[in-house]
């Protein structure tokens, strides 16, 4: 609880210097001196915690304001020159153009060459031979990024070290092999899979399962992309925390059941899939944060204690903010985070809801096998909606009706999609007639898949717009957070709540589904 708490002041620490960056480092530091005097010499223990929670906020407010606002090549924005530098990841390849972040050595302006440091975004028409590693000359003007009324762009890039793009960029390579002696392979290898994957499959299933196994969308088409959104299964198509959380619950439970009363093996074996997995897809900042997620709930249903979920989503927060405080405000470690702690708080106590309904209404040896097949994609895709679909609406302002049956008819083929797509481009490398059989039974579930998607995507009601006030969704979000703080420490009160709860149940679902219609009215 304690860590909890410690995790939430430092959040709020460094929220408050993001919205006062006036306020220099100093001024944080000397806040952070006088609480710990203030505690120091409070003799009373429960009189100190005040001062101590300031210092936690005062030294979250000092780690965000020494994260850098600009960059050394920022300073030549407005200029047009050429910079030279070491691709530092994978390009991003469009229909007709290229996106590569450029890790600056030197800039070429006004007929000199200067040293420079700095990240800056390059995009270029054509250039499908640039790859990571690439040391590369790049001409063109140096602009800083724009910002939007609803979206900032600047603000979006600046969290992730860039300060200067540079549009309608003319390249050159000049140099091979400057990348990291592992992530180079483990790119050959994905170009490996990627062509295997095209000979295997027609399309639009080839790029539906690219996109599945690498985290490579362009395969997809515009109008397959757009279908997935509108019923809610984007999650499918990307390596994002939600869906990297949701295959390692269905993993975890999959293993579980095989192993039977071993869960440490069932464990294990978790965890060794979703290493291999985040290894294979190439351990970006973002997958290895999913990773890290998927771990500690593997971990925690390993361990069966309450607390351990909570704090350790505290303790992970607290170790990624401090790194790069900007973490916190990543789409992809937000829908990590609260994925994993619906998944922790709800599906146990939903899935024996779901149990007992069913043994309710069915005879037993009907209601078991229900049970056992619409367990994993119903109450764990509901589990992880419950948290995650108020950041689906705050960010991208829409919510779709035809979410739950859409993921119900889904989410059962994504474990199935990642072992046959492993195991169908390993035989086909080394047998392709073997291969070819895997690839068929792939193309079985990749074809439901997108027949589901775009069945429901049809209907006129499966997506609506909603406008909600932002401060309606952090009111939803800090007492989620106080429930999972209360739920962890289940004081007295707590447990006489949760009997009235039991007890009024029909009627306290109700008044909240009549609460919602009228906030989204």
């Not at 170790?319 to 829908?335: C, E, H, R, T, Y």
């Not at 108020?390 to 302002?397: A, N």
């Amino acid at each position: 609880m304690r860590l909890i708490i410690i995790a939430v002041a430092w959040a709020l620490g460094i929220s408050l210097a993001r919205a006062l960056p006036t306020i220099e480092t100093l001024t944080w530091i000397a806040t952070l001196a006088f609480a710990a005097l203030c505690a120091l010499a409070l003799r009373k223990k429960a009189m100190r915690n005040l001062p101590l929670i300031l210092l936690v906020v005062a030294a979250g407010a000092a780690r965000q304001s020494l994260v850098p606002r600009s960059s050394e090549i920022a300073a030549f924005n407005g200029f047009t020159g050429t910079i030279t530098g070491i691709v530092p990841a994978e390009p991003v390849l469009r229909e007709d153009r290229v996106q590569i972040r450029l890790d600056v050595e030197s800039v070429f302006v006004n007929n000199e060459t200067l040293s420079s440091s700095g990240l800056v975004l390059v995009e270029a028409y054509g250039s499908e031979d640039i790859a990571y590693g690439d040391r590369v000359r790049a001409t063109g003007a140096l602009d800083p990024p724009g910002a939007g009324d609803a979206f900032s762009y600047a603000d979006y890039l600046g969290r992730q070290g860039v300060f200067t793009i540079m549009r309608n960029a003319g390249l050159e390579v000049i140099g091979e092999g400057a990348g990291a002696p592992l992530v180079v392979p483990l790119l050959e290898l994905k170009q490996i899979v990627r062509g295997v994957i095209e000979s295997g499959l027609p399309e639009p299933q080839a790029g539906l399962l690219t996109g599945i196994l690498l985290g490579d969308e362009r395969g997809i088409s515009s109008e397959l992309e757009a279908a997935f959104d509108r019923v809610g299964a984007s999650h499918v198509i990307a390596i994002s925390g939600f869906n990297m959380v949701i295959v390692s619950a269905i993993v975890l439970r999959m293993f579980s059941s095989a192993a039977g009363e071993r869960n440490s093996v069932a464990s294990i074996c978790a965890i060794l899939v979703v290493a291999m997995y985040s290894l294979f897809v190439g351990a970006s900042p973002g997958i290895l944060r999913a990773a890290l997620m998927s771990g500690l709930l593997i971990i925690g249903n390993q361990l069966r204690r309450r607390t351990f979920l909570p704090t350790s989503l505290a303790c992970a927060a607290l170790a990624l903010s401090f790194l790069d405080p900007n973490v916190l405000l990543d789409i992809g470690f937000q829908l990590s985070f609260f994925a994993v702690l619906g998944l922790g708080l709800f599906v146990d106590p939903l899935s024996a809801r779901f149990e007992a309904l069913l043994e309710s209404a069915l005879p037993s040896q009907i209601a078991k096998p229900i049970h056992s097949f619409l367990n994993e994609p119903l109450i764990v895709s509901f589990a992880a909606q419950i948290t995650i679909l108020p950041l689906t609406i705050l960010y991208f302002g829409r919510l779709s009706l035809v979410s739950l049956p859409v993921n119900l008819l889904i989410v059962p083929m994504q474990s199935a999609l990642l072992i046959l797509g492993f195991v169908a481009v390993a035989a086909y490398i080394f047998a392709p007639v073997i291969g070819t059989l895997f690839f068929w039974a792939e193309l079985v579930c990749l074809s439901w898949t997108i027949a589901v998607v775009r069945a429901f995507a049809q209907f006129e009601f499966a997506e609506v717009l909603v406008d909600l006030d932002g401060r309606l969704i952090q009111l939803y979000y800090l007492l989620l957070i106080g429930f999972a703080m209360i739920h962890a420490a289940r004081p007295p009160i707590w447990r006489r709540l949760e009997a009235f709860v039991r007890r009024h149940t029909v009627a306290l679902v109700a008044s909240g589904f009549g609460l919602l219609s009228l906030i989204l009215m």
